[in-house]
């Protein structure tokens, strides 16, 4: 959880807008790995994982692979990990930086504005076991953003960034508005899937 000042606010170094800028503009290489990225959020556990996860899915091409990868997270919290574990093949996966800085900074304004209003509410949101019901939430958030169709990345990916944060500052009206933005991410998702399907079946 985040540190207060002596006037019990939060640190501006302790939000998460701060770590994930401080993150992005430290990247090592022209290529990063995801293991990377998760170690340099160790202690922030699923929170800080799926908000990293769902900042990949907005990246183009690797949505499928985001998605792949947020599944690994969500069936641990529905495990009941305290913490999560990426697989070794997930951990050495390389992400473009150029790609990923594009859209951290497309992403870290609204954290920014999103963060003015963030703080520790609503906890039985946020305490066991509803992180184990969200782990569900997330798988099929995951397997929305792996659909190979054009922006149905971004309503899971928007949703999953507002439970993550969430999850991550112990704030359950924002895991709550989490989840409505993850019923309507669903449902364009089962939509656009639909018509996928429908026009697939036209052409044979």
């Known amino acids: 959880m985040a540190n207060e000042d002596d006037h019990g606010t939060t640190s501006s170094q302790d939000k998460t807008s701060w770590i994930l800028q401080q993150l992005l503009a430290d990247l090592?290489?022209?290529?990063?790995?995801?293991?990377?990225l998760v170690e340099q959020l160790h202690g922030r556990s699923f929170g800080g994982v799926l908000i990293v996860l769902s900042l990949i899915g907005l990246v183009p091409g690797v949505s499928i692979f985001s998605g792949l990868a947020m599944l690994v997270p969500g069936i641990q919290m529905?495990?009941?990990?305290?913490?999560?574990?990426?697989p070794k093949f997930l951990h050495r996966r390389t992400i473009n930086r150029t790609n990923l800085q594009l859209f951290g900074k497309?992403?870290?304004p609204w954290l920014q504005k999103v963060e003015h209003y963030v703080r520790p509410r609503w906890s039985m949101l946020t305490v066991a076991p509803f992180p184990n019901l969200l782990g569900f939430v997330v798988v099929a958030l995951a397997l929305v953003i792996m659909l190979p169709l054009p922006f149905s990345n971004l309503p899971p990916a928007i949703a999953l960034t507002c439970l993550?944060?969430?999850?991550?500052?112990r704030d359950g009206l924002l895991v709550g508005i989490g989840l409505v933005c993850a019923i309507i991410a669903l449902g364009i998702g089962m939509v656009l899937a639909s018509v996928a399907?429908?026009?697939?079946?036209?052409?044979f």
């Open 164 to 169: 993550s944060l969430g999850i991550l500052e």
């Open 106 to 108: 497309k992403l870290i």
């Open 28 to 36: 090592p290489t022209d290529t990063v790995p995801v293991g990377f």
């Open 78 to 86: 529905m495990l009941g990990y305290d913490a999560p574990r990426l």
């Open 197 to 203: 399907i429908k026009s697939l079946l036209l052409l």
